[in-house]
């Protein structure tokens, strides 16, 4: 059921998830199209936040922001997942792959390449600041609109 949490939640955590891709983007390899990081990124976040963060609003404070923060992993988990598989289906349209094994271990591959992005002080902290942001607009939305 739509309710003001998850409105909220689901609007914070797309413009952190977009600005975290943001700061992502400057650590990609030179060459790697950027034009739907942000926009997928947000849609993820759209999506966490209404699902994760804006259903489990109304707990308190302190259990809001931790579940801000773990909204953000869940949205890292999820961008990871996506933009690796994006990755690992254009190398095999170039024939990178001898097979679908193969192909599943480049998923992984290549989450570990971008992961590493995620580790970089900005984008953590933009994802810890934005989860605990964005649990805090939830949680407010919460008590305000019962």
Not at 95 to 104: F, K, N, S, T
Not at 119 to 134: R, S
């Amino acid at each position: 059921m739509p309710t003001a949490a998850k409105l909220f939640a689901a609007m914070a955590f797309a413009a952190a998830a977009y600005i975290a891709a943001g700061i992502s983007a400057t650590g990609l390899p030179e060459g790697t199209p950027t034009g739907l990081l942000g926009p997928v990124s947000a849609a993820l976040g759209l999506i966490c936040g209404w699902r994760v963060s804006g259903a489990l609003a109304g707990r308190g404070l302190a259990a809001a922001m931790g579940t801000g923060v773990r909204t953000s992993a869940t949205i890292a988990f999820w961008a990871l997942l996506v933009f690796s598989t994006a990755r690992m289906l254009r190398d095999s349209t170039r024939m990178i792959y001898d097979g679908p094994v193969e192909a599943l271990q480049g998923v992984f591959s290549w989450g570990v390449i971008y992961g590493r992005l995620l580790l970089a002080p900005e984008v953590l902290a933009a994802l810890v600041l934005g989860g605990i942001v964005g649990g805090w607009l939830s949680e407010w939305a919460s008590q305000r609109w019962r």
